[in-house]
């Protein structure tokens, strides 16, 4: 299953994965300052918000892709089932 971002789907995704990016960056950064744990950990689960937000951007189009281009492809349906088994396993794996 190949996965088409397009424009606006595409900027908001990167947008978020530059944000974590930043945030993981200044974790580190906290961390090698001896920063209060506390503010580690906010800005540790704010990186984590935004890579989970990011994951499932990239899965809410790969289902919209698959509901509206896996008709049209005449795909039987073990094709469509095991589609739907995949990225059902993608969306667990960030629950």
Known sequence: ????????????????????QGQISGV???IE???????????LAAASRALDR???AIIATGLQQCLTDGGADGEGNGDLQQT??????????LA
């Open 1 to 20: 299953m190949e996965l088409d971002l397009a424009g606006a789907e595409l900027k908001s995704v990167l947008n978020r994965l530059r944000r974590a």
């Open 28 to 30: 580190i950064r906290m």
């Open 33 to 43: 300052e001896g920063r209060d744990c506390e503010e580690v950990v906010t800005q």
């Open 54 to 56: 990011a994951g499932f």
């Open 84 to 93: 739907r088994t995949r990225l059902e396993k993608l969306f667990l794996s």
